[in-house]
């Protein structure tokens, strides 16, 4: 979906101006900018457009793993570590209870079961705040790989000379997209 999106967009850089396209100079100097330029039109990056449709194709999946069954996992996670934690300091409380020379000890467990019980309230959330960072992490990735592996479509289109060189920029770089550069 991305590729067959990713030609229309690089097709729509070379289009007439009058049908959204760029200008000759400012192709040029976007192209010689591995596909970041910022002009008198304005900022232009061909990367960035590249990746959209990857990104518009992730949200909806990602959202709907990462906002709503991650935290229900986790959630759930930690409520059933607290349940078997419970079960073990109840089975350590009885066992204690039949041993004399080690129910003096007992307090000490039923402290570090309440440090643990929260520890494992909280996990959920300390997880989901590394996994958001991740998230967001991995999402800029993709512009930097889109830009390197289009770098030689762009050198060839900033080597393009003529009077259709517009053209010739445009079939290099649709080319460049079909052959499964990206």
């Not at 709907?64 to 409520?79: D, G, N």
């Not at 209870?97 to 019980?117: C, D, G, M, V």
């Not at 990735?141 to 289109?157: D, W």
Request: charged share 20%.
């Amino acid at each position: 979906m991305a590729i067959d999106s990713a030609i229309g967009t690089c097709e729509g850089w070379g289009a007439l101006q009058s049908s959204g396209g760029l200008c000759w100079p400012t192709y040029k100097a976007t192209v010689r900018r591995n596909g970041a330029y910022k002009g008198s039109g304005g900022a232009r990056d061909f990367n960035a457009e590249l990746v959209e449709p990857i990104s518009r194709y992730l949200a909806s999946g990602w959202e709907r793993v990462f906002q709503r069954r991650l935290p229900a996992i986790l959630s759930e996670f930690a409520t059933a570590s607290q349940g078997h934690l419970e079960t073990f300091h109840q089975a350590a409380l009885q066992h204690a209870r039949e041993r004399p020379a080690i129910a003096a000890k007992s307090f000490l467990l039923a402290s570090q079961i309440r440090t643990h019980k929260h520890t494992l309230q909280d996990l959920p959330d300390l997880v989901m705040a590394t996994v958001t960072d991740l998230q967001r992490e991995a999402s800029r990735v993709s512009e930097p790989i889109i830009r390197q592996a289009m770098t030689n479509a762009y050198e060839l289109c900033a080597a393009e000379r003529g009077t259709a060189s517009l053209v010739i920029a445009r079939s290099v770089a649709r080319r460049m997209l079909t052959m499964g550069v990206m």
